[in-house]
């Protein structure tokens, strides 16, 4: 095509180094008629879109590769076409002189604000913008600089402070992956935002109040920490330039321990500086009676608590002195007149089941709760279930397979079971896995169900109630050494089905609760034990034979699965055909009556 030999004002990138000193300039736009506009580069100024600028870098040693510069550019005359020189060159007169006019763009997702209006270079830093030449920040359709990086911070170009503009998507160029705009956009700014950090602006406050009170200042140095104290203060900045910098200095000073009158006095340097502080005091003193009256309120409200809690206090220890001078009633009753007792035990069968659970604030007696924890998965199969019941019977000293094979048959059918040596139950405990369990043995002055619910009873219910996805075992070791028909009615008739809650309780029986029991002989040789009666234990089951001295321990059994309620109950329900339950007459000494 026919080049003009006119003057090009256009934009460009200086984009390569040529010998010494001399440049490329890879062209973007140029002007016509007052207007920049776009058009097809490599025709324009063939052959690759580029002008050649002489000795370049000699002129201009400030320009950096990557610099956008708007420029005239003319003709280059002495290139041959087809050569693959560029055809266009620097206008060498350099009438006007070539000015840096754009910026490189860096877009980024991250959220740049401390708060509004408050430019967050650390968040800008992170992400590793490095140029030697001015950028702007692209991020929610908004540019925001001019900025500039060095050794890894980053800086405004201007000052403290940048410029943020609607964008235009339009206005970016693209080139070597990189993106750029030819000039700053002549549309107005719709905001400026602050980047100082606490000492800047620290210094910047200094800087508008020294002419004003000289004596104040003098005050402020005095103190030897205010600066560090300031620094941390300012740590957050305000999002307008000055009246908000300003309204924070104001707001730290009670901080920096400053009396009134210095305050007072600061202010009437300045008209704007004075309607600031007022417009500042009148706002906090609103804020301050609320919130003190709002601390009035919190330690009226505190007070009453406190002396609702010291009469709860007072009422709790006088219920517990009552207990007491009631227990020690009891035990003195009892020991003048505990062979009597003995001796009529039989006037307590006729005793019906109308027992009422006191109210106990009391809580007795510490119970130990026991909790086992292992296993990683339920049991593959009762046989599994039974080998490491066998194991741990073995390990306590004790054998017998017909109890292995009958246990989990009388756990599936029957919810109360008479065993013959509390091993048996610790062994089952070990078995089961995750379980917790109490041991639990009966007092002879147990003549009331609060004894057996303050003993264990309540405190297994409770941790039945916590934990639903595991056994638990209450094992009440010589169930005869107190009338079970005083203290255990309330049990026994929730086993019949007689009673659907506890006395005075939330709680029914809980399908994850068995409820183990020893008993002391009540013939001879020992003759320890009160006699017990059939009709007193109906729906009661017992494990009867013999226990013998155990062989060597086959560690080799041992698993590390667990029993779940739903596996005994559900899953592994044995029929009551095929266990033998009648064996609970080895426990009973007096046939049920007709």
């Not at 062209?27 to 207007?35: D, L, T, V």
């Not at 234990?537 to 013998?548: D, I, K, V």
Request: hydrophobic share 40%; proline share 5%.
């Amino acid at each position: 095509m026919e080049i003009s030999e006119n003057k090009e004002k256009v934009w460009g990138i200086v984009a390569e180094k040529k010998g010494n000193n001399s440049a490329r300039i890879k062209i973007f736009a140029r002007e016509e008629k007052g207007f920049r506009v776009d058009f097809d580069i490599k025709e324009s100024f063939p052959p690759y879109g580029y002008v050649f600028a002489n000795s370049f870098f000699e002129a201009f040693p400030s320009f950096l590769i990557g610099t956008i510069i708007q420029f005239y550019a003319i003709p280059n005359f002495g290139v041959e076409q087809g050569e693959g020189r560029d055809e266009w060159k620097l206008d060498p007169n350099l009438n006007p002189k070539p000015k840096p006019t754009g910026f490189r763009v860096f877009e980024t997702q991250s959220n740049p604000w401390k708060t509004e209006g408050v430019l967050d270079l650390g968040v800008l830093e992170k992400e590793n913008f490095l140029s030697e030449i001015p950028f702007l920040i692209f991020h929610n359709e908004q540019f925001i600089g001019p900025l500039k990086s060095e050794n890894g911070k980053i800086f405004p170009t201007f000052k403290k402070e940048v410029k943020i503009w609607k964008s235009d998507s339009q206005l970016i160029y693209s080139w070597s992956d990189n993106q750029f705009i030819l000039e700053e956009p002549k549309t107005p700014p719709i905001g400026i935002a602050d980047s100082m950090d606490g000492p800047q602006l620290q210094k910047w406050f200094l800087e508008k109040v020294k002419p004003l009170a000289s004596n104040w200042i003098k005050e402020l140095d005095s103190k030897t920490n205010w600066r560090i104290e300031l620094s941390g203060l300012l740590e957050n900045n305000a999002d307008q330039l000055f009246n908000i910098r300003l309204k924070r200095i104001i707001n730290t000073f009670d901080t920096l321990e400053l009396d009134k009158n210095s305050l007072i006095e600061l202010s009437k340097g300045s008209q704007e500086f004075q309607a600031i502080f007022e417009r500042t005091l009148l706002s906090m003193q609103k804020d301050f009676k609320a919130e003190i009256q709002s601390a009035i309120d919190a330690e009226k409200e505190n007070l009453k608590t406190i002396e609702r809690s010291i009469q709860a206090q007072k009422d709790t220890l006088e219920k517990i002195e009552q207990e007491i001078i009631s227990q020690k009633t009891d035990l003195k009753y009892i020991e003048q007149n505990r062979a009597r007792l003995i001796q009529d035990f039989k006037l307590f069968t006729e005793i019906n089941s109308g027992v009422i659970l006191p109210n106990i604030e009391s809580a007795g007696q510490k119970i130990q709760l026991s909790s086992i924890e292992i296993g990683e998965k339920p049991y593959s199969s009762s046989k599994q279930f039974f080998q490491e019941f066998q194991f741990h019977l073995q390990k306590l000293g004790i054998s017998n397979k017909r109890i292995e094979r009958q246990i989990l048959g009388l756990l599936s059918n029957f919810r109360c079971i008479f065993i013959p040596d509390t091993r048996v139950g610790v062994a089952l405990a070990r078995a089961i896995g995750k379980t917790k369990f109490i041991i639990q043995q009966v007092e002879p002055d147990w003549i009331k169900f609060e004894f057996c619910w303050r003993n264990g009873l309540s405190d297994i219910l409770d941790s039945c109630l916590n934990f639903p996805n595991q056994i638990h075992l209450l094992i009440i070791q010589d169930i005869n050494l107190a009338s079970p028909e005083c203290w255990a009615r309330p049990l026994l008739d929730m086993n019949l089905g007689i009673r659907d809650f506890f006395p005075n309780s939330k709680y029914n029986w809980p399908s994850n609760l068995w409820i183990l029991c020893t008993k002391q002989p009540a013939q001879e040789p020992e003759n320890i034990g009160l006699p017990l009666f059939g009709r007193t234990f109906e729906g009661w089951a017992g494990l009867a034979y013999s226990l013998e001295p155990a062989k060597e321990v086959d560690s080799s059994i041992e698993t590390s699965a667990y029993l779940t309620p739903e596996l005994v109950n559900i899953s592994w329900k044995v029929p009551i055909s095929e266990i033998n339950y009648d064996e609970i007459k080895h426990y009973i000494d007096i046939e049920k009556s007709t």
